[in-house]
C-alpha cells in the first residue's frame, strides 16, 4: 500500500510527479512488489539461499521518462555476490524501457556480452529507484513539512549557512534532509554534528527516521576512550560541545570532516563561549548552525561568523551589527513560529533526556539502595502508595545537585530557556514538587524575567501573577506549580511549556496543559518539552508507558488519569520499575569450597557441558534466587564460555558482580583476582562470585579465604548439587 502523509493522514498519490520517488528497502525475489512513493534513501538487499548482504546505492542522473503513469518495474530474478563496494555477478544485467516507454524490464546477458566501459547493473538501475530527498511527496510522507524542505533548500545552496527559525520548529530534520542528498550525491562522506549534550538523543531519532543507512557514532565515554574511538569510521558522528573542545585542546587527532553542524548556537554562546570558539578553529568546508534566532550583540556575531564564515568575521574595522548581518545576510534564515504557524500543527511534544553526572548518580544509587530496602522490608504490607512516595523521593535527588542550584536538568533548561527567550517568546516551567523545587529553580530563571504561580496563592495573587506574565515583555518565565489554577484562558502569547519534573501518568500532564491553553494551542502553535533522566526510575517507567503504548504522544485527547492507573498495575511498578521481587527464604552465603577435582569420570563435567549457553545462564539465575539473591541482571549475552550477572539481594542493598564460567581447565588465581578488580571498579558491588563447571587451584581457595568475603567460589560440584536441585540436571 502506498505511505501515508503524516500530517494529513492522507495516503500520498503514485501518480502525482512523473518520477519514482525511490525505494528504502528492495529486496530481489523471483517477484518483485514495489510501493511508490517511497523514502529517499535505497539499500538494495539481493536474497536468494544463503545470502542476504545490503548494498548501499550509489547516487546517478534521473533518466529522462515520459510523463504520465510509469508502471512498477518487472525485475528478473539474478544470482548476486556482493563482497563489499564492488559488485560481481555471473552476468552483467540490462535495464531498459520496454517499446512503449512505460515498463522496465531487466533482463540477463550472458558473461562477456557487456560492451566495454558499460555501466553496472546497479548503477543502471539506481536512477529508477532513487528519487531526491527533497521530492515533496517523499519528505511530506516522511513527516517533513514545506518550510522544512525550504532549509533543506537553503543548507544545499549554501556551504556556510545560519538557520535561525523559533526553536520547536524542526530545524534538524531540514539538516537531515540536506545530508540525504549530499551524502547521495557524495558531496559529503563524513558528517560532524555537536550539541549540548542532552540535544544528541534527539539528533539520533531524526537520522534514524531520514538518513538510517548512515552509519552514526556517538562519542561519549571518558575522554581517553573517546579519543581512542576517533579514528574509527562512521558517516555522522556525534558529541557534546565540552567534549568536543575538550579532545581539541590535548591535540586530539580528529578525522577530516566535509560538514560540521552545530546547534543550539545561541545557548552554547552563552554558556559555553569558550568551548564554542575552540570548536570554531575546525578546517571543515560546509559548515551550518542552528539557533533559536540572530544574534543581537556585535561580539555574538562575530562568534558566529568566526565559526561560519572566518574571512567575513575578520573583515577590516570593527563592523557593527547591523554591517555584519549585511555580510552575511545571504546565508541566514529567520522564521518565526507565528510566519510558519499555518505549516506547522497546532502542538508538539519533545522529550530531553539527560544524564546524571558522577557525583549525582553516586547520591541517586544511594538511594535508590534506601528506597528499595524500605519497599522489601515491607513485605506484604507494600502499597501503591509506597511506591509513589519512593518515586517521588528519587526523583527529588535528580533534580539538583547537592547543596547547589545546579543539576544536569537545570543545565537543560537554561539552555532552553537561552534559546527560546533570545527570540523574545515566553515559557511556562511546571514543577510537581512547588516550593521545594521552585525556590531552588528561580535564581536559575531570575536573569529571564520569571514570575512565580503559587498553588497556595489567593485567587487574586494568581491572577496578578498570570496578568504580569502575559503583559510585561520583560517576564518570559512563568515557574507554576502544577496544582495552581488557570483563569480558563490561554497564556497567550506564551507558546513554550516545560515539565521540569512531572507526574508519571501522562494524562495528568495533558490536563495541566489543557488548564493553562484550553484550546490546545494558542494563534502560536504550542511546544511541550518533558525532562527525562536515563538511568534512573524515570526510564524504568518510560519503558513501561511506552511497551504499552501510553506516552503523553500516544493518549486520545479525551483520556482519564484513572484510565492509565489500571493499565499499569501495581504488580507492574513493583516488578518493571523498582525490580523488586517476592524473595525466597534466604540461606548463607556460599563458602569457598572443593574437593580438588571433579569427582568420577567426568560424568558431571559432561552433563554440565551438555547444558546450551541460555540454559546454563537461566539455571545460573534459578540458583542465585535460592541463593537469596532478590534481582539478577546479565551484564553480557549467554555465549558457550558462559557470561556475566548483577546479582542483589535486600532490595539492591547487596550487590555481587557473577561471573559463571564453562571452561575445561582448573580456575586460577588470575582469574579470581580479575573479578575482583572489576567488582572493585563498580560502585555497586559490595564483592564477587565466581561460578564454574570445573574446580579451583588451592592457591585460588586461598585467595577467597583471604578476601575478608570480597570473593565466593561455587565450583562444578556445587553447580551440579543445586542444577539437580532446580530439575535442570539429572
Same mark, same amino acid.
Given at each position: 500500500m502506498p505511505p501515508v502523509r503524516k500530517a494529513t493522514g492522507q495516503a500520498v498519490s503514485p501518480l502525482k510527479r512523473p518520477s519514482i520517488a525511490g525505494v528504502r528497502e528492495l529486496r530481489f525475489r523471483t517477484v518483485a512488489i514495489f510501493s511508490f512513493p517511497l523514502p529517499p534513501s535505497l539499500a538494495v538487499r539481493p536474497t536468494e539461499p544463503g545470502l542476504a548482504l545490503p548494498v548501499r546505492v550509489a547516487p546517478a542522473q534521473l533518466w529522462n521518462l515520459n510523463l504520465g503513469r510509469l508502471d512498477p518495474p518487472t525485475l528478473a530474478p539474478m544470482g548476486?555476490?556482493?563482497?563489499?563496494?564492488? !559488485?560481481?555477478? =555471473?552476468?552483467? +544485467?540490462?535495464?531498459?524501457?520496454?517499446?512503449?516507454?512505460?515498463? !522496465?524490464?531487466?533482463?540477463?546477458?550472458?558473461?562477456?556480452?557487456?560492451?566495454?566501459?558499460?555501466?553496472?547493473?546497479?548503477?543502471?538501475l539506481t536512477p529508477l529507484l532513487l528519487a531526491p530527498a527533497l521530492e515533496p511527496e517523499v519528505a511530506a510522507a516522511l513527516g517533513a513539512r514545506p518550510y522544512q524542505q525550504d532549509a533543506a533548500q537553503a543548507f544545499l545552496a549554501n556551504p556556510r549557512f545560519l538557520l535561525a527559525d523559533d526553536i520547536g520548529t524542526g530545524k534538524a530534520r531540514a539538516v537531515c534532509l540536506a545530508l540525504a542528498v549530499l551524502t547521495h550525491q557524495r558531496e559529503v562522506h563524513r558528517t560532524l554534528i555537536t550539541a549540548p549534550r542532552e540535544r544528541l538523543a534527539h539528533w539520533h531519532d531524526e537520522l534514524e527516521a531520514f538518513v538510517p543507512e548512515l552509519l552514526r557514532r556517538e562519542m561519549a565515554g571518558s575522554d581517553e576512550v573517546r579519543r581512542s574511538e576517533w579514528p574509527g569510521f562512521g558517516q555522522v558522528d556525534l558529541v557534546a560541545v565540552p567534549d568536543l573542545a575538550r579532545d581539541l585542546e590535548a591535540g586530539c587527532d580528529l578525522p577530516s570532516f566535509d560538514l560540521i553542524v552545530i546547534d543550539s548556537f545561541i545557548?552554547?554562546?552563552?554558556?559555553?563561549?569558550?568551548?564554542?570558539?575552540?570548536?570554531?578553529?575546525?578546517?571543515?568546508?560546509?559548515?551550518?548552525?542552528?539557533?533559536?534566532?540572530?544574534? +543581537?550583540? =556585535?561580539?555574538?556575531?562575530?562568534?558566529?561568523?568566526?565559526?561560519?564564515? =572566518?574571512? !567575513?568575521?575578520?573583515g577590516p574595522g570593527r563592523a557593527g551589527t547591523g554591517e555584519l548581518r549585511e555580510r552575511f545576510t545571504q546565508h541566514t534564515l529567520r522564521r518565526s513560529k507565528t510566519e510558519l504557524a499555518r505549516q506547522m500543527p497546532r502542538l508538539t511534544r519533545q522529550e530531553v533526556w539527560v544524564d546524571l553526572d558522577p557525583e549525582l548518580d553516586r547520591l541517586y544509587r544511594q538511594a535508590l539502595a534506601v528506597e528499595r530496602e524500605r519497599l522489601g522490608r515491607l513485605g506484604g504490607s507494600l502499597s501503591r502508595s509506597h511506591l509513589e512516595a519512593s518515586l517521588d523521593n528519587l526523583k527529588q535527588v535528580c533534580n539538583f545537585t547537592s547543596d547547589s542550584y545546579d543539576g544536569p536538568k537545570v543545565r537543560a533548561l537554561i539552555d532552553l530557556a537561552e534559546e527560546i527567550t533570545s527570540a523574545r517568546s515566553k515559557l511556562v516551567v511546571f514543577t510537581i514538587f512547588g516550593e521545594a523545587t521552585a525556590s531552588r529553580l528561580q535564581p536559575a530563571l531570575d536573569a529571564f524575567g520569571v514570575v512565580r504561580?503559587?498553588?497556595?496563592?489567593? =485567587?487574586?495573587?494568581?491572577?496578578?501573577?498570570?496578568?504580569?506574565?502575559?503583559?510585561? &515583555?520583560?517576564?518570559? +518565565?512563568?515557574?507554576?506549580?502544577?496544582?495552581?489554577?488557570?483563569?480558563?484562558?490561554?497564556?497567550? &502569547?506564551?507558546?513554550?511549556?516545560?515539565?521540569?519534573?512531572?507526574?508519571?501518568?501522562p494524562a495528568h500532564r495533558r490536563r495541566l496543559e489543557q488548564r493553562f491553553f484550553p484550546d490546545l494551542g494558542p494563534a502560536v502553535p504550542l511546544t511541550v518539552y518533558e525532562i527525562w533522566v536515563r538511568g534512573t526510575v524515570e526510564e524504568q517507567y518510560h519503558r513501561a508507558l511506552e511497551v504499552r503504548h501510553l506516552l503523553a504522544s500516544n493518549l486520545p485527547q479525551d483520556t482519564q488519569p484513572s484510565d492509565l492507573d489500571e493499565r499499569l498495575s501495581f504488580e507492574d511498578w513493583r516488578r518493571e520499575v523498582f525490580e523488586i521481587a517476592t524473595a525466597?527464604?534466604? +540461606?548463607?552465603?556460599?563458602?569457598?569450597?572443593?574437593t580438588g577435582a571433579l569427582p568420577g569420570t567426568g560424568t558431571l563435567r559432561s552433563r554440565l557441558d551438555s547444558l546450551t549457553a541460555e540454559e546454563l545462564a537461566s539455571a545460573a539465575e534459578a540458583m542465585l534466587a535460592l541463593l537469596g539473591f532478590d534481582s539478577t541482571r546479565r551484564l553480557t549475552e549467554p555465549k558457550d564460555g558462559g557470561l556475566a550477572f548483577l546479582a542483589c539481594r535486600r532490595g539492591g542493598a547487596d550487590c555481587r558482580l557473577v561471573h559463571c564460567l564453562r571452561t575445561g581447565k582448573n580456575i586460577g588465581v588470575q582469574e579470581a583476582r580479575t573479578l575482583i578488580d572489576e567488582a572493585e571498579q563498580r560502585q555497586d558491588c559490595r564483592g564477587a562470585l565466581l561460578l564454574v563447571t570445573t574446580e579451583f587451584t588451592p592457591a585460588c581457595k586461598k585467595?577467597?579465604?583471604?578476601?575478608?568475603g570480597r570473593l565466593a567460589l561455587l565450583s562444578g560440584e556445587d553447580l551440579y548439587r543445586h542444577f539437580r536441585e532446580l530439575g535442570v540436571v539429572p
Open positions: 548476486s555476490n556482493l563482497m563489499g563496494p564492488t !559488485i560481481e555477478t =555471473p552476468g552483467s +544485467v540490462l535495464v531498459e524501457t520496454d517499446s512503449m516507454g512505460g515498463g !522496465i524490464r531487466a533482463g540477463r546477458r550472458a558473461p562477456g556480452e557487456a560492451a566495454a566501459g558499460e555501466a553496472t547493473w546497479l548503477s543502471r545557548a552554547l554562546l552563552r554558556r559555553q563561549a569558550v568551548d564554542l570558539r575552540r570548536v570554531s578553529g575546525l578546517e571543515v568546508p560546509r559548515r551550518w548552525a542552528l539557533a533559536g534566532t540572530v544574534p +543581537v550583540d =556585535p561580539e555574538d556575531w562575530r562568534t558566529l561568523l568566526g565559526f561560519l564564515s =572566518p574571512d !567575513i568575521a575578520s504561580l503559587k498553588a497556595d496563592a489567593s =485567587p487574586e495573587e494568581q491572577a496578578e501573577a498570570l496578568t504580569r506574565f502575559r503583559s510585561q &515583555p520583560g517576564r518570559r +518565565v512563568l515557574l507554576a506549580d502544577v496544582e495552581a489554577r488557570g483563569d480558563d484562558r490561554s497564556l497567550d &502569547p506564551c507558546s513554550y511549556i516545560l515539565h521540569f519534573d512531572h507526574d508519571w501518568n525466597p527464604p534466604k +540461606v548463607a552465603e556460599p563458602k569457598a569450597r572443593g585467595l577467597a579465604e583471604d578476601s575478608g
